[in-house]
Nanobody
């Protein structure tokens, strides 16, 4: 069974940085993508950024130029470096692992809260 463990987040001042990490454990032997989604109060969960096991990245418009997603395949870990944070970035950030294949699978972390406030 795959498990995702997130770390990072917390209270950050506007304009400041934050770094999230997510380590995946279990049987991950297929082409996959790891990513970050976020859900703000009263809003739907939305994609922030994703990266495939071969390094292809995808960013939400709101993340472009401020956030950078990266991964260490040897550690099955994905990182999200967030810079120039804004109050509207406040949300619970969820790590996602998507396994491609005839039977695609999705796994989620429990989420980590990022609060951008002075």
């Amino acid at each position: 069974q795959v498990q995702l463990v997130e770390s990072g987040g917390g209270l950050v001042q506007p304009g400041g940085p934050a770094r999230l990490s997510c380590a995946a454990s279990g049987s991950i032997f297929r082409l996959n993508a790891m990513g970050w989604y976020r859900q703000a109060p009263g809003k739907q969960r939305e994609l922030v950024a994703s990266i495939t096991s071969v390094g292809t990245t995808n960013y939400a418009d709101s993340a472009k130029g401020r956030f950078t997603i990266s991964r260490d395949n040897a550690k099955n870990t994905v990182y999200l470096q967030m810079n120039s944070l804004k109050p509207e970035d406040t949300a619970v950030y969820y790590c996602n692992l998507h396994l491609y294949g005839v039977r695609p699978e999705d796994y989620w972390g429990k989420g980590t809260l990022v609060t951008v406030s002075s």
